[in-house]
């Protein structure tokens, strides 16, 4: 204890560690006689996790309540005592805590209760459960935290690292770049150091990854998460790449793909899987006004605070993720009802608070749709979709509520026949609407083409997916008057955006291959472009592989296309057995890069070399690309590498209804 207590006692006292530690419940006290121990000072946690019997005593026995001291005491009095179990109240209210016995000298000692349990604060929880080493730290460097892996892995005479210095602590070598790397974590990003290393080999015997994350509290950083990390996991930069594609690169949390990975393991988890789990969709309405006003470091800066508000409604059966931009998804395990709604009345309860930057108030609302699982599916597309109709529900009735996902919601219609007739009557009943994505030019980060997508919204089922009407639109024969309709409603808001003065942009359009080969499919074009005086540059005419079966009848038409100047784009590109003979053949001006490949980029060699192989050839062929499906920044700085000049997908936005767009990216 010697060596131990000359090693702390310069960065640490009993009062420093009970203001160093806002996690745990803290007590000190002064060993008076054998078994008497006197209360010199505690925090104002203790009282809050454990029920005392005097707080105002001095004398320990009669601070404590009798069943807590008698398990203290036997404690106090073994000969290692820094590790061990409390366990206080009824069956029914049970409380159990994890103690740490700190010496700083013969007489005095400090005593850290952490509580276990469910509801222990979120920036404890994510680290506690953390398999890898974590220490915590305030913002000057002194260590105000260490989870129990780290515990484990110290030796007996160095058994806690609380109060230290992690400057003291780090081999000279490394302390430049770390100190950097500190001081950028504390301004609110997440960063790595590939090596690492501390004096006396603490944590490790040999040089760590390492990875800091801001910790928040209250929405402010109080200090920075240090995960200690197997360096031989990083041997290369695609596995470096993979892992750190799990937390979200500007917040800090969990991303979407690590909820892919996290809901994996949870239909693997038999135990977990017979219970009910919650997915609580949230999403900001209408924060794109915060970005435009604010600019774009600004406008990072608030999502950063949200993220953090949001975080800490968090516990151990509760997680949070970054689904898309504006997107976020709470899975709750183990879920009741009661449970469910007050999570989702607490993230509403929350954000009455406002958000302060730059000394100015701003206020974040939010609707929520939720979806159960097993009622509502167990695949997560499926939960994620019946979730994502919950929340169209809530914004068409006022947002910044909550509503669960029910099957009325869901165009469930008796049979195809009665969809077809819907269908029929769908233009007639105004029932249709055009939805546009961005498509990013990844070089400057600017847009100026979407792609059109088509929305139903029956006037007695609801909203309908697109996944269940085209097939019957197809089928029917109906994709013809619908598509027709699509091109007339694009070149209609073209005329409108030149009359109110708004920058060109093209939009493209789906062509459906009955809609492409039908005789007079050129003509129509040229006359909806002539009659809403639409320049044709601004239109791009989007078809797949299935259109393009006759090699005369295709070269045709795609001809009549080019004459009239309208850009051509082949969809889903790379899926066919002969996409490549394409690009030789026709007259195309647009490659789409199948999002299916897109989506693997990090996990399969193979992938980056057929992206690759794609974006070459169409270079040299004078052809645009364009990737779809985007969604980790990963993706992007591949593509960007690899000089494909555009792209679309969640990561920039969703499909959004065409007064949104306007609002978005037309008017400044």
Not at 417 to 423: D, G, K, Q, S
Not at 484 to 509: N, S, T
Request: net charge negative.
């Amino acid at each position: 204890m010697k060596n131990y207590r000359e090693s702390v006692a310069p960065f640490a006292d009993y009062r420093q560690l009970i203001q160093l530690n806002p996690f745990d419940a803290v007590v000190c006290l002064r060993k008076v006689d054998t078994h008497v121990f006197e209360v010199v000072e505690f925090n104002e946690k203790l009282p809050l996790v454990m029920e005392l019997q005097d707080n105002t005593a001095t004398v320990a026995e009669h601070f404590f309540t009798k069943q807590c001291w008698i398990q203290l005491s036997k404690i106090l009095n073994e000969d290692t005592h820094q590790h061990a179990i409390l366990q206080v109240g009824t069956d029914l209210q049970e409380k159990k805590f994890t103690i740490h016995v700190q010496s700083f000298s013969t007489s005095m000692i400090a005593i850290i209760f952490r509580e276990v349990q469910y509801t222990v604060q979120p920036y404890l929880q994510f680290v506690e459960q953390h398999i890898d080493p974590v220490l915590t730290t305030d913002l000057q460097g002194r260590i105000i935290h260490q989870n129990m892996t780290a515990v484990s892995l110290l030796s007996r005479e160095q058994h806690s690292l609380i109060g230290r210095d992690i400057f003291s602590l780090l081999e000279g070598k490394y302390f430049k770049e770390f100190k950097l790397l500190f001081a950028k974590t504390v301004e609110g990003s997440s960063f790595s150091m590939p090596k690492c290393l501390f004096k006396g080999q603490f944590l490790s015997k040999k040089p760590f990854y390492l990875r800091t994350y801001p910790t928040y509290l209250n929405g402010e950083v109080i200090g920075i998460h240090l995960f200690v990390k197997d360096a031989d996991l990083f041997r290369n930069d695609h596995e470096t790449f993979y892992h750190l594609a799990l937390m979200d690169e500007l917040t800090g949390i969990w991303s979407r793909k690590a909820l892919k990975e996290h809901w994996l393991q949870h239909l693997q988890d038999k135990r977990q899987n017979q219970k009910q789990a919650a997915l609580i969709l949230v999403d900001i309405d209408r924060f794109k006004k915060f970005n435009e006003f604010l600019g774009e470091n600004k406008g990072d800066e608030l999502m950063r605070m949200f993220c953090h508000r949001l975080q800490e409604l968090c516990y151990a059966q509760c997680a949070l993720y970054r689904y898309n931009s504006d997107e976020f998804i709470f899975v709750v395990k183990d879920a009741s009802i009661q449970k469910i709604e007050s999570t989702a009345n607490t993230i509403l309860e929350t954000l009455k608070q406002p958000f302060m930057v730059d000394g100015q108030e701003y206020f974040i609302s939010v609707s929520i749709g939720i979806a159960l699982s097993p009622a509502d599916g167990k695949d997560l597309e499926t939960l994620v979709r019946k979730a994502d109709q919950a929340l169209f529900s809530v914004k068409e009735h006022g947002r910044s509520h909550y509503r669960y996902y029910r099957e009325d919601m869901t165009t469930i219609f008796p049979n195809e026949a009665l969809m077809e007739a819907h269908l029929r009557r769908a233009i007639e009943f105004n029932e249709l609407s055009l939805h546009l994505q961005p498509q990013m030019d990844l070089m400057n980060n600017s847009i100026n083409s979407f792609e059109a997508l088509l929305r139903w919204n029956n006037r007695k089922f609801g909203f309908v997916s697109p996944a269940q009407f085209i097939p019957i639109a197809e089928a029917s024969g109906l994709i013809i008057e619908i598509g027709d309709w699509i091109i007339d409603e694009v070149c209609r808001y073209q005329r409108e955006w030149q009359l109110k003065g708004y920058r060109p942009v093209r939009v493209a359009v789906n062509i459906s291959p009955k809609q492409f080969r039908k005789e007079n499919f050129a003509r129509k074009i040229k006359a909806t472009l002539q009659k809403y005086e639409v320049p044709p540059e601004l239109l791009e005419v989007e078809i797949t592989e299935s259109s393009m079966t006759n090699v005369h009848e295709t070269f045709s038409i795609l001809t009549e296309l080019k004459q009239l100047g309208v850009y051509v784009s082949v969809d889903d590109f790379g899926t066919g057995y002969s996409s490549l003979s394409y690009l030789k053949r026709y007259p195309i001006d647009i490659i789409k890069i199948d999002q299916s490949f897109i989506a693997d980029i990090a996990k399969d060699d193979k992938n980056e070399a057929i992206i690759k192989a794609i974006i070459s050839m169409s270079h040299n062929l004078g052809l645009e690309v364009v990737a779809e499906g985007i969604e980790e920044p990963t993706q992007v700085d591949f593509l960007k590498r690899h000089h494909c000049q555009k792209g679309q997908g969640y990561l920039y936005n969703k499909p959004l209804p065409v007064e949104v767009i306007e609002q978005q990216y037309f008017v400044s």
